[in-house]
């Protein structure tokens, strides 16, 4: 079936310091991978996304690409701010059928000043 | 645009009561979605609809009812409120299930005693 590993947290950062957030899948086909965000008391939006294999999405100086070799999609930043401190959430979605987005656990980001 | 709206915010329910959540959408999207989010759990798929009329089990369905009367509302019963169903509850939707981004609500914070 489809799945979405990403790496445990919490992740602890210091401004402006590098991130990356790992994330792998197990899908038959070709999904689209999203990253969510989830800032502390909201629900989640869509922060990047990518359709198809060496797809690079980006926003918001994230960047993930996708990686159909590896099937990797991982999040990464040059330099996080406070501001970026949330929970960040891979996601597949096949392009076929009804099936909905099938989500990571979740990785805890906190960035100090 | 008001987007996906979620009532109420906060509900505390004792063991046994039975209750809904309203979830509203008002962008015409075909696709709706139930998830709840438990601390180390990620999302969990609860019930979705792929349109008026039309609904299906997620990974958890177990004590929750769903139906989709319109395009616009996709409302969850808790039909006998249990401590295990203490969670967030998001709604999201989406134009289609096929690939698309999903919108989510704020969410439902539901405590069971």
């Known amino acids: 079936g489809n799945s979405v590993t990403q790496m445990e947290g919490p992740v602890t950062l210091s401004e402006e310091a590098f991130l990356t957030i790992n994330c792998t899948y197990t899908a038959t086909g070709y999904p689209s991978l999203f990253w969510y965000v989830q800032y502390p008391g909201e629900g989640l939006q869509l922060l990047l996304k990518a359709t198809k294999a060496d797809d690079k999405g980006s926003n918001k100086g994230f960047e993930a690409t996708y990686r159909k070799e590896t099937t990797s999609f991982h999040l990464e930043k040059g330099s996080v701010q406070v501001s970026d401190s949330a929970v960040y959430f891979c996601a597949l979605s096949r392009n076929s059928g009804n099936t909905p987005l099938v989500f990571g656990k979740g990785t805890r980001l906190s960035v100090i000043a | 645009n008001a987007g996906v709206t979620q009532t109420p915010k906060f509900q505390v329910l004792k063991t046994g009561q039975s209750m809904t959540l309203q979830c509203a959408q008002d962008?015409?999207?075909?696709?709706m979605s139930w998830y709840r989010q438990d601390p180390g759990m990620g999302l969990r798929l609860i019930h979705y609809s792929v349109g008026a009329g039309i609904t299906d089990q997620g990974e958890v369905p177990n004590g929750y009812n769903v139906s989709r009367s319109t395009t616009e509302d996709f409302p969850l019963r808790l039909l006998s409120a249990a401590p295990s169903q203490t969670s967030v509850y998001f709604c999201?939707?989406?134009?289609?299930?096929?690939?698309?981004?999903?919108?989510f609500g704020p969410g439902t914070r539901l405590t069971v005693t």
């Open positions: 962008m015409n999207h075909e696709y």
């Open positions: 999201a939707s989406s134009p289609t299930a096929r690939g698309g981004e999903q919108y």
